[in-house]
Nanobody, 126 residues
Framework: QVHMVESGGGLVQAGGSLRLSCAFSGRAFSTYHMGWFRQAPGKEREFVAAISWSGDNTYYADSVKGRFTISRDNVRNTVNLQMNSLKPEDTAVYYC???????????????????WGQGTQVTVSS
């Protein structure tokens, strides 16, 4: 069974940076598309970024494009989210998600992912 654990969340001032990591175990990491989602209080979970199983293709929400970078290490079985120029509206619980490459195209909706981590809190103060 797939198991994922996020880390790297915390409190940061607006304009600062954080790097989230997601440790993947239980299956062959290199055969999974990976994604990051976030959920702010009182709001629905939303897509942040995704990366294909090979790392060749990346996708971003318009709200984070140019500020966030998703990457993966298929040796260390981790997917990372580098977040720069953080804004108070980036405050949310951030979740790592995974789905096997058998689904085809890398999904960008939460319904397209089958496995989820427990989340890590990111708080950006103004």
């Amino acid at each position: 069974q797939v198991h994922m654990v996020e880390s790297g969340g915390g409190l940061v001032q607006a304009g600062g940076s954080l790097r989230l990591s997601c440790a993947f175990s239980g299956r062959a990491f290199s055969t999974y598309h990976m994604g990051w989602f976030r959920q702010a209080p009182g709001k629905e979970r939303e897509f942040v970024a995704a990366i294909s199983w090979s790392g060749d293709n990346t996708y971003y929400a318009d709200s984070v494009k140019g500020r966030f970078t998703i990457s993966r290490d298929n040796v260390r079985n981790t997917v990372n989210l580098q977040m720069n120029s953080l804004k108070p509206e980036d405050t949310a619980v951030y979740y790592c998600a995974a789905v096997n490459w058998a689904v085809g195209q890398t999904p960008t909706r939460d319904s397209g992912f089958h496995y989820w981590g427990q989340g890590t809190q990111v708080t950006v103060s103004s």
